[in-house]
């Protein structure tokens, strides 16, 4: 049996991650590395991950090249958030007939949100027999997935609470300043308008594959401004030294209504000094279904499982847009690749 062949398009902090992690994995090869960057293009692939090692795969900024010469099974995306930088990204893979998995958030259930996008991805993937799915740690799974799974158990079902708070002080220094770390409250306030500050991106698309999963009509998704939280007194990190009112990190909730109540409520919290770190989920329901995962799931490892252990069941799955709910129960793909996917 030969090893899966994957191409890795962009291959920034999370990409460069997923490649490191798929160089050491059996029964899987890096054929193929797609990139924008000026300072990535054209250097080999181990250079731009900083291994010391080549890896033979010259970054290129040409996806149809690097496509029509290699021929992957599957291309992993991780360039972007936003469909409306993504989609066309997405259709330069799919037009290649090669299957997609990628980290774009709102990729995760585009259905509700970019209705539009959704439907032309979906018939484009089916035309070109290509699977395209949106997945990593949240959305994907944290406040998605294993919310679907947990639901398994209940009878009948009135409300749905997720929650996930981080200590941003155990994160990169990008991830600190992502979520305004260290900002006043009115450079907070202004990188929130500006877009500079988006905060987290998916939690409209998590309630509505929960919604869809369950058959639940929602009147509407309600996705609260996003807050930063307030140190109360001085906090810091390895990075950034944080006085009392300043911000600390951010906060923020999304609800799905359904005739007139709140079914479903997600809340996200990542700050420096948070004293918990949790992923907890309640079901309110015959029976109440009460969960907690401490510490949280780490983001980083978290996404880079997903993606890579989604790589057999992408590959199997029929063609079109999934989402996670569309596919078997996650489960890790600890063994050499070609033990659940035979190509
Ligand atoms: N679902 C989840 O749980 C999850 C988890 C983690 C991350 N994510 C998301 O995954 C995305 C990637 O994250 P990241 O931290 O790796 O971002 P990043 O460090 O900014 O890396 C993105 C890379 O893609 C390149 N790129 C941008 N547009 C491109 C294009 N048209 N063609 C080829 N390459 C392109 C960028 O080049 P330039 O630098 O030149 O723009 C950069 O090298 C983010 O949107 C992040 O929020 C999702």
Same mark, same amino acid.
């Given at each position: 049996?030969?090893?899966?062949?994957?191409?890795?398009?962009?291959?920034?902090?999370?990409?460069?991650?997923?490649?490191?992690?798929?160089?050491?994995?059996?029964?899987?090869?890096?054929?193929?590395?797609?990139?924008?960057?000026?300072?990535?293009?054209?250097?080999?692939?181990?250079?731009? /991950?900083?291994?010391?090692?080549?890896?033979?795969?010259?970054?290129?900024?040409?996806?149809?090249?690097?496509?029509?010469?290699?021929?992957?099974?599957?291309?992993?995306?991780?360039?972007?958030?936003?469909?409306?930088?993504?989609?066309?990204?997405? @259709?330069?893979?799919?037009?290649?007939?090669?299957?997609?998995?990628?980290?774009?958030?709102?990729?995760?259930? =585009?259905?509700?949100?970019?209705?539009?996008?959704?439907?032309? /991805?979906? @018939?484009?993937?089916?035309?070109?027999?290509?699977?395209?799915?949106?997945?990593?740690?949240?959305?994907?799974?944290?406040?998605?997935?294993?919310?679907?799974?947990?639901?398994?158990?209940?009878?009948?079902?009135?409300?749905?609470?997720?929650?996930?708070?981080?200590?941003?002080?155990?994160?990169? /220094?990008?991830?600190?300043?992502?979520?305004?770390?260290?900002?006043?409250?009115?450079?907070?306030?202004?990188?929130?308008?500006?877009?500079?500050?988006?905060?987290?991106?998916?939690?409209?698309?998590?309630? @509505?594959?929960?919604?869809?999963?369950?058959?639940?009509?929602?009147?509407?998704?309600?996705? $609260?401004?996003?807050? +930063?939280?307030?140190?109360?007194?001085?906090?810091?990190?390895?990075?950034?030294?944080?006085?009392?009112?300043?911000?600390?990190?951010?906060?923020?909730?999304?609800?799905?209504?359904? $005739?007139?109540? $709140?079914?479903?409520? /997600?809340?996200?919290?990542?700050?420096?000094?948070?004293?918990?770190?949790?992923?907890?989920?309640?079901?309110?329901?015959?029976?109440?279904?009460?969960?907690?995962?401490? =510490?949280?799931?780490?983001?980083?490892?978290?996404?880079?499982?997903?993606?890579?252990?989604?790589?057999?069941?992408?590959?199997?799955?029929? +063609?079109?847009?999934?989402?996670?709910?569309?596919?078997?129960?996650?489960?890790?793909?600890?063994?050499?690749?070609?033990?659940?996917?035979?190509?």
């Amino acid at each position: 049996m030969r090893k899966v062949r994957v191409a890795i398009f962009g291959v920034g902090a999370v990409g460069s991650l997923i490649a490191k992690f798929l160089l050491e994995k059996e029964g899987v090869e890096i054929i193929g590395a797609i990139d924008i960057a000026k300072d990535k293009v054209g250097k080999d692939l181990g250079e731009v /991950l900083g291994i010391n090692k080549k890896v033979g795969v010259k970054v290129s900024d040409d996806v149809d090249a690097v496509l029509s010469k290699t021929k992957p099974d599957i291309a992993i995306h991780a360039t972007s958030s936003f469909l409306k930088d993504t989609h066309q990204q997405l @259709a330069s893979l799919i037009k290649h007939g090669v299957k997609v998995i990628s980290t774009c958030e709102e990729l995760s259930n =585009p259905y509700y949100t970019e209705p539009k996008i959704a439907k032309e /991805l979906d @018939a484009l993937a089916k035309k070109h027999g290509a699977t395209v799915l949106g997945t990593g740690i949240n959305p994907g799974f944290l406040m998605d997935t294993l919310v679907i799974t947990l639901t398994a158990v209940c009878q009948k079902i009135e409300k749905i609470e997720a929650v996930r708070v981080m200590n941003a002080a155990t994160r990169r /220094l990008p991830f600190q300043k992502k979520i305004g770390a260290g900002l006043t409250v009115e450079e907070f306030q202004k990188k929130i308008e500006s877009r500079q500050i988006t905060g987290h991106v998916g939690l409209e698309q998590s309630i @509505a594959m929960i919604a869809d999963a369950l058959a639940w009509k929602l009147d509407k998704i309600i996705a $609260e401004p996003v807050e +930063p939280v307030i140190a109360k007194k001085p906090v810091e990190s390895e990075y950034i030294k944080i006085k009392a009112g300043q911000a600390a990190g951010l906060k923020q909730k999304a609800k799905g209504i359904m $005739e007139n109540k $709140e079914v479903i409520t /997600l809340d996200f919290q990542a700050y420096i000094g948070a004293e918990e770190e949790y992923d907890a989920i309640t079901i309110h329901g015959i029976p109440t279904v009460k969960q907690k995962i401490q =510490p949280c799931v780490h983001g980083d490892i978290g996404t880079v499982a997903m993606i890579v252990n989604a790589i057999p069941k992408v590959i199997k799955a029929p +063609p079109g847009l999934l989402t996670m709910k569309d596919l078997p129960v996650p489960s890790a793909a600890v063994e050499d690749m070609r033990k659940y996917v035979s190509l």
